[in-house]
């Protein structure tokens, strides 16, 4: 059974750009979460999706969006991008509520 | 509010010898616990988790973690510990109505040779 797929796997951006990171749950799986990593705050959560439907929300700028498909797939938007964003994006997949969340490679982006 | 608190970041261990990170939780969170791993430039591995039944949870890897509600921990342990042992350990938890995770700021855990 295939993990949990985030593509690209690295990323380098200017300033000002967009960037959007995808993600490819496992296969039944159909809530998907995206999480932020940097070394001063930790794991921190910015999205659910359950159904291609947000579900929950973190506390996040506009900048930051995400959407899922109908096959579950989802993909996450961060406009305008700041030094600051730089970090490591990890995506989860699971069940639902209440069951045991499973992480891709996640993509490591910097943003120069 | 909701919060998951590991109380070491760094924890220092020969190796073969016993390991415990620690690991304190909010009511609200307290209904799902899970243990992580992460080794360098990698995604989250589940060790163990907790979600009802017995409070001793035994994972993947020799780690074990027991649930007490009355002092609101989740500690991992681990009898023996490798070089390999040589991680990031984060804990979590949620709640039943909800898929977000809350993270501790993770531990750090050093096995020397």
């Known amino acids: 059974k295939a993990g949990v797929t985030q593509t690209p796997r690295y990323l380098i951006k200017t300033r000002g750009q967009q960037v959007t990171l995808s993600c490819s749950p496992i296969?039944?799986?159909?809530?998907v979460s995206w999480y932020q990593q940097t070394p001063g705050q930790g794991l921190q959560f910015l999205f659910e999706?359950?159904?291609?439907?947000?579900?929950n929300k973190g506390n996040f700028p506009g900048r930051f969006s995400g959407r899922q498909f109908s096959n579950s797939r989802s993909e996450m938007n961060v406009s305008t991008l700041e030094l600051g964003d730089s970090a490591l994006y990890l995506c989860?997949?699971?069940?639902?509520?209440?069951?045991?969340?499973?992480f891709g490679q996640g993509t490591r982006l910097t943003v120069v | 509010a909701q919060s998951v608190t590991q109380l070491d970041s760094q924890v220092p261990v020969f190796e073969e010898a016993p390991v415990e990170l620690r690991c304190n939780y909010s009511?609200?969170?307290?209904?799902?616990l899970f243990w992580y791993v992460q080794y360098p430039n990698q995604g989250l591995q589940l060790l163990l988790k907790?979600?009802?039944?017995?409070?001793l949870v035994k994972g993947i890897n020799g780690f074990e973690a027991e649930f007490n509600k009355s002092q609101t921990s989740f500690h991992l342990r681990k009898p023996s510990v490798h070089i390999s042992d040589t991680a990031e350990y984060f804990c979590?938890?949620?709640?039943?109505?909800?898929?977000?995770?809350?993270f501790g700021q993770g531990t750090t855990l050093q096995v020397k040779p």
């Open positions: 009511s609200s969170v307290s209904v799902y």
């Open positions: 979590a938890g949620t709640t039943s109505n909800t898929g977000k995770l809350i």
């Open positions: 999706y359950f159904s291609e439907t947000q579900r």
């Open positions: 296969s039944g799986h159909r809530s």
């Open positions: 989860a997949s699971s069940l639902g509520q209440g069951s045991e969340a499973f």
């Open positions: 907790y979600l009802s039944g017995s409070t």
